[in-house]
């Protein structure tokens, strides 16, 4: 994205991305720049990575 993003056009943003969205999964906008994501979109991104650290902590406590 090559332009500023304002508050108005982060709002219609939000807005598209929580049409679909149930109450529980949907961004909230806070003030005209910050946006809250919720607990299992924040789990969602962070899960996979906790995976390898746990799956590489098993490997590694099994050669010791």
């Known amino acids: 994205m090559s332009e500023d993003l304002s508050g108005p056009m982060l709002k219609k943003i939000v807005a598209a991305y929580n ?21 299992s979109l924040m789990k969602s991104f962070f899960h996979p990575l906790f995976q390898k650290i746990e799956h590489k902590v098993a490997e590694l406590l099994q050669e010791a």
């Open 19 to 39: 049409t679909d969205k149930p109450k529980e999964q949907q961004l909230i906008q806070k003030g005209a720049s910050g946006v809250e994501l919720p607990d």
